[in-house]
């Protein structure tokens, strides 16, 4: 970095907020015995069979969502300042649709992506559903690997394997409970009600959907997205409450649950998801929010209300659309951010991928945003969710649950020793930046690769634990975002840390120019 770099880098650190340490317990491997990995009877191999079955610590994710501004969370900055701007007028061509849609039906009416995708880019799939999966872009993956959500086979043995790989049931009593009711996270005392609008998400563990404020607060933003947790049917059939089994997956995805509560009710920073009201704040106050209570009339609902991203998540919009290179690196720029702000505050998010990262308003008005630049250096773009594998770390702390997802996790994860959360999240930032710059992932099998000849999914983890990845469409470009990229998914001695990822001038020389970062 020259000097002139550095300069910026001293002027425009985020001064990150401190957590208290005590507010955010660490509770995973505690509450993770049989997963936990103990390094002196277990030498480090790349166990690529195991990874995804019974000792995977991957526990159901509960919650996320966003910030915004109190009644904001919905237009676009354009439109507030600019209401007769079309904030979509020119149709765009879309990747994946095959021509042109008309823009303005996509991002805010999304059925076709709900319907088209159930956006499993990434998890832990039996090889039999994805032996044929070969894609070389992100849009082929979208269709290769629709339709299955594969998370839950590989990660909960609480679910039998005779059982759907869709093994959850909504933690509502009935999907068609139009009105919801919670508490605001700062005021539990008053009840507020929110009127749902349609479902705009599904996720392994939960399924997200668009709601609106039935009366003005004028705190709460008048859309939300509201996360319904999905219970593993584990715990909602006839089993005995007693049974070891039922105990287990009930730890488990209570101490997800709390995880994911307890972080994102921590952390403030704009580009990450916010964190608003809940139904039921039993959820907020105990440690074990399933367990203490009642069960026989089953479990209790719980829907976390979360600031509302109207652009969907950047898998999506990566994969739809050709974004430009200036919003790449703008998107890049605010997760590093994000990031920076965790690991700052020792917090390591251990899920870090394209579908965790969302985008807060509609394409359209993102790039008719880029006409005002003082809109652009204003307001945030990206929000990063999915807290559920999130963990608080001591400064020198090595994490041990083999966790994440399988395109975006490390060499050392995979090979079961113990790792630093911090580079493995570097990892993660390097996945995904190149995914932006080509357009697949870095470890997919490559796309000269013969149609007779491709390689077994299996062969993905082969190729992260011996770095096998290249430089295609990128191969000539002498673009700074690619130093990022090889300086991440490389050793973990030789990693860039998400300090030295945001000091590079890929990301300080946009981040030093944006007024929220500072
Ligand atoms: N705040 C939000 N605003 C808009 N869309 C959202 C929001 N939160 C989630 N979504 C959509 O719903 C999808 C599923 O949400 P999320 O990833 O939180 O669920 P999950 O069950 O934790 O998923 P995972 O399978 O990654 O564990 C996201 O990929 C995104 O498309």
Redesign the pocket.
Known sequence: MDDKSAAMYRNSAVQAPKLAQAEFPAMEERHNPSGSFDVTTTPPKLSTSQFGEGDMNML???????PCSPGSAVRSPLEQNFPHTPSSATPRAKKGYGGLIPVGADLLNRSH?LEDRQ??LS?YAPHSALASATASSLSQRVSSLSGV?Q?LDAIHECVPAAQSSLATVDSAQSDSEDVLTGYSIGDTSTPLHWRRVKQ???????N?Y?YELNEQNATMPQKV?V?RV?YPEALTLSASPKSPRFREVMSRVENSLTRELEALACVSHPCI?QFLAINDPTFLNSKRPLSSRDLSRGLPPCDMV?????G??L??LASQNTLPEWLLRRIFTELTLAVKYLHENLIVHR?L?L??V?IKYPLDDILAMHEQPELLHNHHLV?L??F?LCRRIEPEEMCTTRCG?EDYVSPEILMGVPYDGRLSDSWAMGVILYALLEDRLPFDPLPSAAPGKRQRRSSTAHRISRFEWRWIKMSDSDSPAKEIVSNCLTRKNLRFSIQEIYRNPYVNGLASTLQFAS
């Not at 159901?60 to 966003?66: D, E, G, N, S």
């Not at 979360?306 to 109207?310: F, G, I, Q, T, V």
């Open positions: 159901p994710t509960p919650l996320v969502y966003t992506v956006r499993i998890e959500d998370k705009i998400g599904v996720g392994n563990f939960s997200v668009l997205a996360k999905k998801i979360m600031s509302y991203c109207a969907g998540d898998f999506e899920d991928k579908e965790n969302l929000e969710a999915d559920g997802s």
